[in-house]
């Protein structure tokens, strides 16, 4: 996961596929870019079967120069996806990049160069169509960690005079009819980052937003849009090697994590409070499961942590119990290989504050 610049074989077969796409016609290239948009929502969606059609002619390069080929009507119209592969849970992920290879090295040079065209341009509308832009923005790593998640720069920094589009949201002025949009500016924790619209919580886990669900729901924005991200890199490797699709990758995955983890500490902080609002009311002397939720920093997603507080009957509630279990949580974890360093540490965190916020609570 990490920022790693592409290979030269990429940054050549790149080049190669712009070029092909450039030297195409106006009429093809649209054509084309017709059939990625269609493509490019059922791949993303993982849908069961997509139809797509091949150009009528196509122009080659060969030995410097162009050479118009025209693609035979019969093999115009492709499919990909069929019964058997939905029985054998294969999705367009699967058939339809195994198709375009199957066309790619077709004897019929035009259908091979009307396959690459179509994959080219329908993995270039996932990067470019499919996603908004954000912020110029540079993330450093936490200490010991790989992946960039936390901004850089002075938080305090003011704002420019100029608003970008991504600094600020219009809402419709309501009573004085004429007046248009009105600006919001985005908080300055916000504009921080690649898209401050989706940014939930500030650098001390500070709700920025109205309620967890919404977080939720920002969080959820930040993974599809790293779906298609990853879906177009699935569908054309070569796509790494594009700078729009660095700086998405880059500005979205440094901005998924950082507020990930912070979803997860603030509702880390939430199980506490009701720990102890149900300890003060006497109603958990019949045992304690937690199910702590963390950022997994590798499969990009909040998941749960589950351990016994309080075995179940009829044990009196004490908080040492709580600072034990998270003692011998914050072992078990340190040694536990599922996670990955950076997944660990962020967890190891977690256990930490549940461990220290009972500590001082009297018995």
Do not use: C
């Amino acid at each position: 996961m990490s920022h790693l610049a592409p290979t030269e074989s990429f940054e050549k077969e790149y080049k190669a596929q712009e070029s092909l796409f450039k030297a195409q016609p106006a009429i093809v290239q649209r054509f084309l870019e017709a059939q990625a948009q269609q493509l490019a929502e059922t791949f993303v969606q993982r849908g069961s079967r997509v139809h797509f059609s091949l150009p009528d002619r196509v122009i080659a390069e060969s030995n410097g120069e162009s050479v118009p080929l025209t693609v035979p009507q019969n093999l115009r119209e492709q499919s990909a996806g069929s019964l058997r592969d939905r029985m054998s849970g294969n999705d367009v992920h699967f058939t339809f990049r195994e198709r375009l290879t199957q066309l790619e090295q077709s004897p019929d040079h035009a259908v091979g160069v009307s396959a690459q065209l179509i994959r080219h341009t329908t993995a270039m509308h996932m990067i470019y169509n499919m996603l908004p832009s954000g912020r110029s923005v540079t993330y450093v790593p936490e200490e010991d960690e790989d992946v960039p998640t936390v901004p850089a720069g002075d938080l305090l920094e003011p704002a420019s005079a100029i608003t970008a589009s991504t600094d600020a949201i219009a809402e419709e002025e309501k009573n004085e009819d004429g007046r248009g949009s009105l600006l919001v500016p985005y908080v300055a924790a916000a504009r921080r980052f690649y898209l401050p619209q989706w940014v939930a919580f500030d650098e001390d886990d500070k709700l920025l937003v109205n309620s967890v669900n919404e977080a939720e729901a920002h969080i959820a924005s930040m993974q599809r849009f790293l779906t298609v991200i990853f879906a177009a890199r699935s569908l054309a490797p070569y796509m790494v090697a594009d700078e729009e699709y660095q700086k998405k990758r880059y500005g979205m995955l440094g901005q998924l994590i950082n507020q990930g983890r912070a979803l997860a500490r603030y509702q880390t902080r939430d199980i506490i409070h009701a720990i102890k609002e149900r300890a003060a009311a006497q109603s958990l002397n019949r045992g304690l499961s937690l199910s702590l939720p963390y950022f997994d920093d590798q499969e990009l997603k909040i998941d749960t942590y589950h351990f016994v507080v309080i075995p179940a009957g009829r044990i009196m509630f004490v908080p040492s119990f709580v600072v034990r279990a998270a003692r011998e949580e914050q072992v078990k974890v340190d040694q536990d290989t599922r996670f990955d360093v950076s997944t660990r540490k962020h967890l190891l965190i977690e256990l930490k504050m549940l461990e220290e916020a009972f500590t001082s609570v009297k018995e």
